[in-house]
Nanobody, 121 residues
Framework: QVQLLESGGGLVQAGGSLRLSCAAS????????MGWYRQAPGKQRELVAVITFGIRTNYADSVKGRFTISRDNAKNTVALQMNSLKAEDTAVYYC???????????????WGQGTQVTVSS
């Protein structure tokens, strides 16, 4: 089994910054892509940013230039640095990982429990 533990959410004023972190643990052989998604009230979950094992990144247009995703492959962690936050960034942010476990040749997708980010205007 694999667990993803997020931290770093909270309340911040518009224009401020927050850093989210996510640590994967458990029966991990390797982690392929890791990413962050978010879900605002009444809206569907959407991709915020994703990073591959080879450190290729992709961002939602709405966060380009403001958010930066990074990962530490040795520690199985991923982080999201969020700058110039806007009220519309308010959402629950979820960590996601595409994992090859030690006990199977298959790949499995895992989610964290979510962390609330609230940006006050």
């Amino acid at each position: 089994q694999v667990q993803l533990l997020e931290s770093g959410g909270g309340l911040v004023q518009a224009g401020g910054s927050l850093r989210l972190s996510c640590a994967a643990s458990g029966s991990i052989f390797s982690i392929n892509a890791m990413g962050w998604y978010r879900q605002a009230p009444g809206k569907q979950r959407e991709l915020v940013a994703v990073i591959t094992f080879g450190i290729r990144t992709n961002y939602a247009d709405s966060v380009k230039g403001r958010f930066t995703i990074s990962r530490d492959n040795a520690k199985n962690t991923v982080a999201l640095q969020m700058n110039s936050l806007k009220a519309e960034d308010t959402a629950v942010y979820y960590c996601n990982a595409d994992v090859s476990p030690t006990y199977s040749s298959a790949r499995y997708n895992y989610w964290g429990q979510g962390t609330q980010v609230t940006v006050s205007s």
